[in-house]
């Protein structure tokens, strides 16, 4: 009885937990995007991802 409990319950929770997946580790990058006077904004993206928005970064342009 016990086996058939045991049995039933992990049929149920493997419906409705989403199996986990290996992913490669995905590389990041920064990438300028424009220059505001003397300040530089960048965005970082990443392989598998959109881009994140631009942010100071420093005052190197």
Known sequence: MT?????LADRMVDGLVP???AHAAAACYSV????RGIELYKKT?????????????SRAC
């Open 32 to 35: 300028s995007c424009y220059c």
């Open 45 to 57: 993206c990443c392989d598998f991802e959109a881009c994140g928005p631009c942010r100071y970064h």
């Open 3 to 7: 086996r058939t409990l045991t049995a």
């Open 19 to 21: 199996k986990a997946t």
